[in-house]
T-cell receptor, first 112, second 114 residues
Framework: AQSVTQLGSHVSVSEGALVLLRCNYS??????LFWYVQYPNQGLQLLLK??????LVKGINGFEAEFKKSETSFHLTKPSAHMSDAAEYFC??????????FGAGTRLFVKA | NAGVTQTPKFRILKIGQSMTLQCAQD?????MYWYRQDPGMGLKLIYY???????DKGEVPNGYNVSRSTTEDFPLRLELAAPSQTSVYFC?????????????FGQGTRLTVV
């Protein structure tokens, strides 16, 4: 069965610093992986997705993620954090029956 | 382009009351889902549907029911509300399958049971 684990429920960075949010997956088949972002009092929206076309995936708002099969990881990065990046981020994998399985989420805080 | 629409946005229920959370999508998606989100717990799948007339249980179905009479609508029913059902509920839909199956979410319904 597919699953994802997000390391760290809270991450705090200074404005302008590197953002790194960690996600490890478990899948018996080549996975489809996603990162979603949730701003306060809103639903989730797609940041980026990995569908085996390229291991480095670029998303919206300057985020990118790299699929590393040897490490079963799909970490999300952004070179320079903005205050507007403060949100909760969810890693997800497409499971059996096309159900999306979510990690527990990582809340990103950005300090001025 | 409405996407996924949920109503109501907020609701307070008394223990034992019932209600229906409405969800509609206009993207002709076959797959629809109901999740609940509790602090620090991520999203848990309650029920899902792979098409009109077909529904199945997710991880946490107890206390809920669903129906899918049309492609567009996927209501979630709470029959006897309990405090443990206090949560934020999200409806989502996705396309036919494969790598393009990202989920599109509604804005959520914040439910409090007192």
């Amino acid at each position: 069965a597919q699953s994802v684990t997000q390391l760290g429920s809270h991450v705090s960075v200074s404005e302008g610093a590197l953002v790194l949010l960690r996600c490890n997956y478990s899948s018996s088949v080549p996975p489809y992986l996603f990162w979603y972002v949730q701003y306060p009092n809103q639903g989730l929206q797609l940041l980026l997705k990995y569908t085996s076309a390229a291991t480095l995936v670029k998303g919206i708002n300057g985020f990118e993620a790299e699929f590393k099969k040897s490490e079963t990881s799909f970490h999300l990065t952004k070179p320079s954090a903005h205050m507007s990046d403060a949100a909760e981020y969810f890693c997800a994998v497409l499971g059996g029956g096309f159900k999306t399985i979510f990690g527990a989420g990582t809340r990103l805080f950005v300090k001025a | 382009n409405a996407g996924v629409t949920q109503t109501p946005k907020f609701r307070i229920l008394k223990i034992g009351q019932s209600m229906t959370l409405q969800c509609a999508q206009d993207m002709n998606h076959n797959y629809m889902y109901w999740y609940r989100q509790d602090p620090g717990m991520g999203l848990k799948l309650i029920y899902y549907s792979v098409g009109a007339g077909i529904t199945d249980k997710g991880e946490v179905p107890n206390g809920y029911n669903v129906s899918r009479s049309t492609t567009e609508d996927f209501p979630l029913r709470l029959e006897l509300a309990a405090p443990s059902q206090t949560s934020v509920y999200f409806c989502a839909s996705s396309g036919q399958g494969g790598g393009n199956t990202e989920a599109f979410f509604g804005q959520g319904t914040r439910l409090t049971v007192v």
